[in-house]
Every structure is written in C-alpha cells, then in structure tokens.
C-alpha cells in the first residue's frame, strides 16, 4: 500500500483526470474503486477525496482498507479523515481500529477524532476504550471520550425504555388522550 509521499501529484493533469474519474465512479457508488484509490495513490489532496467519498458510500470492504490508512499514514490529516469515515459509517468492525488509533496515535486529533467515531458507532465493545481515553492528557481527546461514553450510557437507556414499554398501554393511553382531549381542563401552573 502507499501512503501519502506528497500534498500534491506534480503531474496536475494526470490528478485532475482522476478526480473526474473519482466523481463518475462516487455516482456509481464504486467503494472499491475508492478502495484501490487508496491503496495505490500517494497525493493527499487526492486521498482526502477518496476517504471523504468512503464516509458516504463505504462498506465493509472499506473498513480494514482505512483502518490501515488509519494505522500507517503519515499525515495526520488522512488518519483523521479516516477515523471520522469510519464512525460515519457506523460499522462495528471498525471498532478495534478506532479504539487502537483513540489510545495509541500520535496526533491528538487523530485520538479526538476516533473517540468520537466511536460513540457514533455505539458499540458497548469500546467502552474501555473510552474510558482510557477520558483521562488523555489533551483536553480535546477527554471531551471526545466523554461524550462518547454518554451516548453509551444513552443508548443502553433508550433500550431499556423501549424493552420495558408494553405496545398495548401505548396504544390505550393514545387513545385515552384522544377521547380527552376534547374536555377542559384547568391548566396546571
């Protein structure tokens, strides 16, 4: 795999015919073209394209081809890109990337950027995870794993409730409310 080697492709023309290809194959939603894009393209400019594109039309295919991205790339630039696709897409075989990158990486953003993919995914798997990361020394890292560790804690609520609503006493007490709310009442202060 190759990774970014330049900001830019020197041969401008060449990198302008493949982002024209890259907007025909986003219209076919081709995620392994934009796969291969990243294996085998060093420009950043051009690799930040095909991981954005990756956030809207990736799927599994795509996970180990950015978690790698994610893991070896120099620029913490693509990394970032890389974490916020995966938690974008929301699939929970990103997790083990996302947790190694929120623990291990570099680059607070990185960190801050994978702790908040993976409260996006939801996944009770990184909850260790996160809670290593809320004591990171960037501030940024902490918040990131904080809020995540929330939306945790609000999912497994939101199960709960939902497992504990009988559908029938829904249903009657929608239909109580509609009966009255034609009465009058005197509002509550």
Not at 65 to 93: N, T, W
């Amino acid at each position: 795999m190759r990774y970014t080697e330049s900001i830019e492709d020197k041969n401008r023309d060449r990198a302008f015919k493949l982002l024209s290809q890259m907007e025909d194959e986003y219209e076919k939603r081709n995620a392994e073209f934009f796969n291969n894009v990243l294996v085998e393209e060093p420009a950043l400019v051009v690799r930040v394209h095909a991981v954005t594109v990756l956030s809207e039309i990736g799927d599994e295919s795509s996970v180990p081809v950015l978690g790698d991205v994610m893991k070896h790339d120099p620029s913490s630039l693509i990394r970032h890109e890389c974490a916020f696709s995966l938690g974008q897409m929301g699939l929970k075989s990103a997790v083990p990337y996302l947790v190694d990158a929120a623990l291990n990486d570099p680059s607070e953003i990185v960190r801050h950027e994978s702790a908040a993919a993976l409260g996006a995914i939801g996944d009770e798997k990184a909850r260790g995870a996160l809670v290593e990361a809320s004591q990171d020394q960037s501030e940024e890292v902490r918040g990131s794993a904080i809020a995540s560790l929330f939306n945790l804690d609000f999912l497994k609520y939101s199960s709960k409730v939902k497992s504990e609503i009988d559908p029938e006493t829904l249903v009657s007490s929608i239909e109580e409310k509609k009966k009255t709310q034609g009465q009058k009442k005197m509002p509550h202060p």
